[in-house]
């Protein structure tokens, strides 16, 4: 069985940075992509990038770069993703998700990791 | 990036009927068309990939159609534990969601 296991809610002050993390099982970690999404209270869903468990390339939503980095650990399975220089505007629940065999779809979702950002 | 519209925002059912969802691309996305179901404070499950492909454990209620720039999610026989928000989501390109519609109660 697929599982994406992400870390418990973040509570950070304005200017600092978090790192998240999930945590993968169930599947060849290395021959899958894993997103990271953005959603914030009530509001639409955004990708904001993705890297291959293979080789740790990554692509951007233009909209997060700078904001985000992505990075994997092969050999616990497991993504991260950095924000830096939070605002308020960071606060949001952020997924993780594995996509599937072929293109940009997400077939398995974490919990998601609500970060409050708040001095 | 490509915009989906999704209508209605909110939708007010009644167990037992049959509905239809509408997403619409500001450019065409050929099939690679996708649709999830989020309940609150839960992440949002897959449901159709690709338009129109079943998604293995989703009940065989919810098929999806279209192709290009309009397309629909149908569910038939709303069933109480339907009730949440669907969006679709678009990866022909750089991916993007719509806003949702949000099924209700009656």
């Known amino acids: 069985e697929v599982q994406l296991q992400q870390s418990g809610a973040e509570l950070v002050k304005p200017g600092a940075s978090v790192k998240l993390s999930c945590k993968t099982s169930?599947?060849?970690?290395?021959?899958?992509?894993m997103s990271w999404l953005k959603q914030m209270p009530g509001q639409n869903i955004e990708w904001i990038g993705n890297?291959?468990?293979?080789?740790?390339?990554?692509g951007y939503n233009q909209k997060f770069k700078g904001k985000a980095t992505l990075t994997v650990d092969k050999s616990s399975s497991t993504a991260y993703m950095d924000l830096s220089s939070l605002t308020s505007e960071d606060s949001a629940v952020y997924f993780c998700?594995?996509?599937?065999?072929?293109?940009?779809?997400?077939?398995?979702w974490g919990q998601g990791t609500l970060v409050t950002v708040s001095s | 990036d490509v915009v989906l519209t999704q209508s209605p925002a909110t939708l007010s059912v009644t167990p037992g009927e049959r509905i239809s969802l509408s997403c619409r691309a500001s450019?065409?996305?050929?099939?690679?068309l996708h649709w999830y179901q989020q309940k609150p404070n839960e992440s949002p499950r897959l449901l159709i990939k690709?338009?129109?492909q079943s998604i293995s454990g989703i009940p065989s209620r919810f098929s999806g159609s279209g192709s290009g720039t309009d397309f629909t999610l149908s569910i038939n026989g709303v069933e109480l534990e339907d009730l949440s928000i669907y969006y679709c989501q678009q990866g022909n390109s750089l991916p993007t969601f719509g806003a949702g519609t949000k099924l209700e109660l009656k």
């Open positions: 690709y338009a129109s």
């Open positions: 450019e065409s996305v050929d099939t690679y």
């Open positions: 998700a594995r996509q599937g065999s072929w293109g940009n779809w997400f077939a398995y």
């Open positions: 890297i291959y468990g293979g080789n740790g390339g990554t």
């Open positions: 169930g599947y060849t970690f290395s021959n899958y992509y």
